[in-house]
């Protein structure tokens, strides 16, 4: 079983359209929980992270992420999306007992004018 | 200004050649990943390295290996290139113990290998 599941691969919206793409982890995987995003031809950058505390991550850009222990899920959530938004954005937990990040297979969202 | 380099942007080898992909971090980090990325297969970690000349396999090193004779350098060798080896390659890095594993792990701008 996939240790960490990005739900959708492909995710189009309108601009100003809510969204939310969905992700759940497995036990085989910690609870350090991480949402990376890919802007067209550059690497993968930090998006927001949950180690422990309050449930609920915010990004600066608007996005936020809420940590569901009973749902094993880390949806990621912004209320209005810019076309700027566009790239794919990947869901990851740290493997349990060790430093290595488990990847999700990613989303493209892609925002429509 | 954290910095994650790797030495090419985009890379055209034949089928056997021997392939080496370098990355450089200014961070003073323990850790450094190899991971490819495939469409509709997200990020696999190839090799991990935690130390000077310390490694580790990770989930795909079949065709790989790598060296990491200083802090800052991380290469991946691909000894016998074959055509199932085109992919996106990317470099990461983090601090090592318990602050690696909370921490941000911070990419380069990836190497798109094709080989021919």
């Known amino acids: 079983a996939q240790s960490v599941t990005q739900l959708d691969s492909q995710v189009p919206v309108f601009e100003e359209a809510p969204v939310e793409l969905r992700c759940n982890y497995s036990s085989s995987v910690s609870v350090y929980l991480f949402w990376y995003v890919q802007y067209p031809n550059q690497g993968l950058q930090l998006l927001l992270k949950?180690?422990?505390?309050?449930?609920l991550v915010e990004s600066i850009n608007g996005f936020e992420a809420e940590f569901n222990k009973s749902q094993t899920s880390f949806h990621l959530r912004k209320p209005s999306v810019h076309i700027s938004d566009t790239a794919e954005y990947f869901c990851?937990?740290?493997?349990?007992?060790?430093?290595?990040?488990?990847f999700g297979k990613g989303t493209k969202l892609t925002v429509n004018p | 200004d954290v910095k994650v380099t790797q030495s090419s942007r985009y890379l055209v080898k034949r089928t056997g050649e021997k392939v080496f992909l370098e990355c450089v971090q200014d961070m003073d980090h323990e850790n450094m990943f190899w991971y490819r990325q495939d469409p509709g297969l997200g990020l696999r970690l190839i090799y991990f390295s935690y130390d000077v000349k310390m490694k580790e396999k990770g989930d795909i090193p079949e065709g790989y290996s790598v060296s990491r004779e200083k802090k800052e350098r991380f290469s991946l060798i691909l000894e016998s290139a074959s055509t199932n080896q085109t992919s996106m390659y990317l470099c990461a890095s983090t601090h090592g113990d318990e602050r690696g594993a909370q921490e941000t792990q911070y990419f380069g701008p990836g190497t798109r290998l094709l080989v021919l």
């Open positions: 949950y180690l422990s505390g309050s449930t």
């Open positions: 990851a937990a740290l493997k349990g007992g060790s430093e290595k990040l488990v």
